[in-house]
């Protein structure tokens, strides 16, 4: 494909790199109207990891969004080659084999997935995998899933195609052509400098590859990927092919993959003893400038692994030549997910990180960043995806290797709930940090942050008989329940100092929330409002509460791991509407230590001069105090649904503040608790968290959350006329809670749930309720099909468990434990521990 004669002066948008990436997404954007288009290549078309990957298109993913796309890029390589641009797409259907009885589990549970996405994935016996790969050894085989509609594709000529037909929409293509340098003011792009020139432009998408954080260094963005060195092997001919080509293959417990190639098999893996290249632990990458179209020498020593284990399933190979061996850098992010969205810099985007399998996620890449550039918001919810997801100690070159080679060294490890990764900790730690180890504590870690699961110590506690069967029984303690049953009886003190905190102040302050959000959150100083952020399609962006402090200063809490997102989000708006304001990041300057429980007012009572009666302190409401030698800003709220305060103090005296806490509860019997304990309180009160249950594709009225929506604001909010339409047509889903009959039997998230033989939703979240002994799982439900008291299945792992749809909240349905006066005792409503 001939490069245009002459390089533009101004376009809307740049589009820099030319692999499949780069390609599909200049594509969309025609397809959305969008002719302003020009694509710049450093070499040509293909030259970075496009021209070596190995083409598998697997759609089935962990994450429902990214199988929704990876669902659109098969439907578009069918409709690409029956036209005249045709990628070679072959629609052999896909195996996945199980060499472990637990991989067979996670196979079933994947099963119920692909039912709830519409994808035909079946389990099939080892004996019937044979018959589709004739070449395997079933020795050791457990049974396999096959997914017919899986397949392979030729990523250059899908380039090639994705680019045609992009010039045919009106986008302008150079090749070799450089960017040396990307302009901004005042926060936003404004064009870019090449080899050949200067163009002016309002957008620029990052589809650098490998390139892609250098190209980031230029507006000072950090893009946190490693090119990682990854084989595969083409072999000579060995046997002759049918009239069906073979299925793709993969042997996760083997490390493998194998996909046909004429007569012959591409095969690879992601050995344990991985390769970065040029990225180090104190250096950035650094892939050299003539690095185009080039692969990196042969390390069949680093291979022998992957060669073992692919003759275990596949012998013949022992005695089969190999055509060649393929070395390329892919560039692979820290958690295996994309990188894509918009960046800290106004219409700087990106698209990379594409971690091997970008071929599968092409076209549907391509879609959502369109979407994306020409709407200003995804129509997804790609948080999985979004470069903000990643917090500011990406920047490290040391931290993000660790993390990426972990990642790449597990790619076929089974995710078991609650599993922790280990690289890079710990990291982040609150001031109570050394008292958490010294009693005891299980760490999590989410965002950089070590957080309390539960306390080890206190598992004696704990009924070890509620043990969940199946997966959600790996990485339990019987000390989960302990401190959940501890909190509903006594006290539960919990540091929650992770969480996010940012501060809103100046003069367009409030203007700028109360667009930003549904609920009206500027009520007067030590006010504390429960609330929502919205798109312009009713979605929900953020979920959190908003503390006034002063006439132009607010402060508001929201997700550990959402700090970032919900920071640049509102940065955004604030541009957008030209607000005069200050957003700044405070989550490390504050410590956060939550008192929750019936005894919760006396333990405090006995540190503070202030008056904690409902009258003098009420529910959702805010003091500056004394607690013990510490000023805090007290906040009456909850998460656990018990009565109690969230505790706000510089840094430098949190551990004082616990200490003080702890040592005036021990009389009352206050109990050290973890996250495990919140997280099956708030199941119990029906409290929704984003990312799982609520997100961009969910609006508040589906959620049970429209008595946080205030349509009749002044002004009106951002997502307002989307809410209107849907309060006046009905919603036709809503969030329910589902209890299942068996309550060792505990759903994770994304199983089908049916009414009948008829999917009619798909689990949000779900978990044990110490309380109310029972399992709970939340799943959107078709309005009115489904109603409270209907008996539905949730299916675990392919078996079929019955429930019903339950009134919720479960436990306290009145919350009146939350707003417990002084000198009253709340009786609990549930039976602890059944």
Not at 229 to 242: A, K, M
Not at 275 to 289: E, F, K, M, N, Q
Not at 467 to 481: F, L, N
Not at 488 to 497: C, M, V
Request: overall charge negative; glycine content about 12%; charged content about 25%.
């Amino acid at each position: 494909m001939s490069a245009d004669r002459s390089l533009p002066t101004s376009v809307r948008v740049v589009v820099i790199g030319g692999g499949v990436a780069g390609a599909s997404i200049a594509y969309h954007l025609t397809e959305l109207g969008e002719r302003d288009v020009l694509l710049v290549e450093r070499a040509e078309l293909t030259s970075g990891s496009t021209f070596h990957s190995a083409g598998l298109v697997g759609q089935l993913r962990a994450d429902p969004t990214l199988t929704r796309m990876n669902m659109y890029s098969v439907e578009l390589y069918r409709r690409l080659q029956e036209g005249e641009h045709a990628p070679s797409w072959v629609e052999c259907g896909g195996l996945r084999l199980a060499s472990s009885p637990e991989r067979l589990e996670e196979i079933r549970r994947q099963i119920g997935w692909a039912r709830a996405f519409g994808l035909p994935l079946e389990e099939v016996s080892a004996a019937q995998a044979k018959e589709m790969f004739p070449l395997i050894d079933t020795d050791g085989v457990f049974g396999a899933g096959y997914l017919p509609t899986d397949g392979y594709v030729d990523p250059s000529q899908l380039c090639y195609a994705l680019a045609a037909l992009a010039r045919s929409g009106g986008a302008v293509i150079h090749q070799s052509t450089r960017v040396q340098g990307i302009d901004t003011a005042r926060g936003r792009v404004t064009g870019i400098r090449t080899d050949h020139g200067r163009v002016e432009c309002e957008v620029v998408v990052n589809c650098g590859g490998m390139f892609a954080a250098e190209i980031g260094r230029m507006v000072d963005v950090r893009i946190p990927v490693v090119p990682m060195s990854h084989q595969y092997v083409v072999t000579d001919s060995f046997f002759e092919r049918g009239e069906r080509p073979l299925p793709t293959l993969r042997d996760p417990d083997l490390l493998v993959y194998y996909r046909q190639e004429l007569d012959g098999l591409v095969m690879g893996g992601y050995e344990r003893h991985s390769a970065p290249w040029t990225a180090s632990a104190h250096g950035y990458d650094a892939v050299p400038a003539d690095f185009n179209g080039r692969l990196l020498p042969e390390d069949w020593d680093r291979f022998g692994e992957i060669t073992e284990n692919a003759q275990v399933r596949i012998p013949a190979l022992a005695d089969v030549g190999v055509r060649k061996l393929i070395n390329g850098p892919e560039a692979f992010t820290p958690d295996n997910e994309f990188c894509l969205g918009e960046t800290e810099v106004d219409g700087f985007f990106v698209a990379a990180g594409l971690c091997a399998h970008g071929i599968a996620g092409a076209g549907g890449i391509g879609k959502v960043m369109a979407e994306w550039i020409v709407g200003g918001e995804p129509e997804l919810d790609v948080w999985h995806m979004d470069i903000r997801r990643f917090g500011p100690h990406y920047r490290s070159a040391s931290y993000t290797l660790k993390r990426t080679v972990e990642n790449y060294e597990t790619y076929y490890d089974i995710r078991y709930p609650n599993h922790e990764r280990r690289a890079g900790r710990p990291l982040r730690t609150s001031p109570i940090f050394d008292w958490h180890t010294r009693h005891g504590a299980a760490f999590g870690e989410k965002s950089g942050w070590e957080r309390v699961n539960y306390y080890e110590r206190n598992a004696a506690r704990g009924d070890e008989s509620l043990r969940p069967q199946g997966w959600a029984g790996q990485h339990w303690s019987p000390a989960i329940g302990a401190e959940h049953v501890a909190t509903r009886d006594t006290a539960g003190l919990f540091d929650e100092t992770s969480f996010a905190k940012i501060e809103v102040t100046g003069p367009d302050a409030a203007r700028l929330l109360e667009w930003v959000c549904d609920n009206v959150v500027a009520r007067g100083p030590g006010s504390v409002t429960y609330t929502q952020a919205l798109n312009s399609r009713g979605g929900i962006e953020s979920d959190f509460t908003v503390t006034h402090l002063d006439d132009q200063a607010f402060r508001i809490i929201t997700g550990t791991a959402l700090g970032g997102r919900d920071l640049g989000w509102l940065r955004k708006q604030a541009r957008s509407l030209g607000a005069d304001v200050r957003i700044a990041d405070v989550t490390g300057q504050l410590a956060c230590i939550a008192l929750w429980g019936p005894r919760a007012r006396d333990i405090l009572a006995a540190l503070t001069p202030a008056e904690l009666t409902n009258a003098a302190f009420p529910f959702m409401s805010s003091q500056e105090i004394t607690v013990g030698d510490v000023p805090v800003r007290a906040l009456r709220v909850t998460f656990v649904g018990e009565l109690g305060w969230e505790l706000y103090c510089p840094a430098e005296f949190g551990a004082g503040l616990w200490r003080a806490l702890w040592e005036a509860g021990e009389a009352h019997g206050v109990v050290a608790a973890g996250y495990r304990a919140i997280e099956s309180m708030r199941l119990e009160k029906s409290y929704r968290v984003w990312g799982s249950d609520i997100g961009p594709e969910t609006t508040p009225y589906e959620a049970g959350l429209g008595f946080a929506v205030k349509l009749d604001k002044p002004g009106g909010f951002l997502g307002r006329d989307a809410l209107v339409a849907q309060h006046d047509a009905g919603v036709r889903r809503r969030l329910r809670a589902v209890t299942l009959h068996d309550p060792r039997q505990v759903a994770l998230g994304n199983e089908p749930v049916r009414m009948g033989d008829e999917i009619v939703g798909q689990v949000t979240s779900g978990g044990y309720g110490y309380s109310v002994g029972q399992s709970i799982a939340f799943a959107y439900l078709p309005v009115p099909a489904v109603a409270v008291g209907d008996a539905v299945s949730v299916e675990i792992f392919g078996r079929m468990v019955p429930g019903v749809v339950a009134a919720d909240p479960l436990f306290d349905p009145k919350s009146s434990r939350v707003r417990t006066d002084a000198g009253e005792w709340p009786r609990t409503n549930g039976t602890f521990g059944q």
